[in-house]
């Protein structure tokens, strides 16, 4: 299932956006328990989160305020 949904070169956003969508797939199977790729998924989400909170540019470096 992991390999269908990730690119096969694909940068971090890629990665980002795939887990994203894996996990919102999972949620709508209502999935009881988590498979390694969605707990994975999850791991790369929060990631992100807690890096996008740290930074103070968008992501064409643009100042946020």
Do not use: F, H
Not at 4 to 27: F, H, I, K, S
Not at 50 to 65: A, C, F, I, T, Y
């Amino acid at each position: 299932m992991l390999a269908a949904t990730w690119p096969a070169y694909g940068g971090e956003r890629d990665q980002l956006n795939a887990c994203r969508d894996m996990v919102a797939r999972a949620a709508q199977a209502s999935v009881t328990q988590d498979t390694p790729d969605i707990a994975r998924c999850r791991r790369i989400i929060k990631e992100w989160t807690l890096r996008d909170s740290r930074m103070s540019v968008d992501e064409q470096g643009k100042p946020l305020r």
